[in-house]
């Protein structure tokens, strides 16, 4: 248990990864439902390395639906929760989100301990099938296989090796998981001394065109979507090895090491053209997003 427990203080409180981010995109199609999410679970909270169609940062275990479902072994496919024992009265099926079907496959650590869940969840009942099954113990499958596979560039994974679980929490921005000023800094003071030693090294600082606009016209909660989306999209357009950085406020810094002029001009590129193909739809309007970079 208590190397069960190590291995778990590796995995939470870590920047965002856009493999995991894309797992739940294709997992939210495959499965056909409102939101996916891949999560760690430990004996007092749920913690969410990525998810799509809700936000959850964390949850305490009480609040958690997969650790109620998954006190079992194997995956858990509940059709309708609210004529199920197990979890008709859990507040995620009575409350906001109220949901009302889940789909739950088990992350397991090297010891074959139940650490985590890939899980599907919608807002109606689906039928049971067996392709759910199926497309289900396919993308745990994926998952289970990207767990212990670190991505992350060696500046970033050797900081987060130096530093326990709740130092690397004091380095995370909550609202974004993308490092925090701090963190970046610090990274960025590595990577400027690997810069000294002939490697090359790109600098984006960006902030999100009208913000302020955003938040007054559309409320703090729409802000915090923009914020999030606008981090996710960074993460998933720069490179395994570069850095994603949330300075404050609306404003992001980017770090890229050993990269030349012409590949991180198309790699800013891609981040402006791809925001600005985003149209957040909001019960107020449509927000088309923009950037300024330099």
């Not at 936000?55 to 199920?84: F, H, I, N």
Request: with cysteine; charged share 30%.
């Amino acid at each position: 248990l208590q190397l069960s427990e190590l291995q778990m203080q590796d995995l939470v409180n870590t920047p965002l990864e856009a493999r995991f981010n894309r797992l739940v995109r294709v997992a939210r199609e495959a499965l056909r439902v409102r939101a996916a999410a891949i999560s760690f679970i430990d004996r007092e909270r749920e913690w969410f390395k990525a998810v799509t169609g809700w936000y959850a940062g964390e949850l305490p275990r009480s609040r958690s639906l997969a650790a109620q479902l998954l006190e079992g072994d194997g995956q858990v496919v509940v059709g309708d929760t609210t004529t199920d024992p197990r979890c008709r009265d859990h507040p995620l099926v009575l409350d906001s989100p109220n949901f009302r079907f889940c789909a739950i496959h088990p992350l397991r650590d090297r010891f074959d301990k139940p650490i985590g869940a890939l899980a599907g969840y919608d807002i109606e009942p689906h039928a049971p099938t067996s392709r759910i099954h199926e497309v289900l113990a396919d993308l745990g499958e994926l998952a289970q296989r990207e767990l212990f596979v670190s991505e992350l560039g060696s500046a970033q994974q050797e900081l987060l090796n130096k530093l326990d679980a709740s130092r690397r929490q004091a380095m995370i921005d909550e609202l974004t998981r993308l490092w925090n000023r701090r963190g970046g800094l610090e990274l960025l003071d590595r990577a400027m001394s690997d810069a000294h030693r002939g490697a090359g090294l790109g600098i984006c600082l960006l902030d999100i065109d009208r913000f302020k606009e955003i938040n007054d016209g559309y409320g703090h909660a729409t802000g915090d979507t923009v914020l999030r989306k606008v981090a996710g999209l960074l993460v998933d357009c720069i490179r395994v090895e570069d850095i994603a950085c949330r300075l404050g406020g609306d404003e992001f810094l980017l770090v890229l090491p050993d990269i030349s002029p012409e590949e991180f001009g198309r790699l800013v590129e891609r981040i402006r053209t791809r925001t600005e193909a985003i149209a957040m739809r909001t019960r107020s309007g449509t927000i088309d997003l923009t950037l300024s970079l330099g």
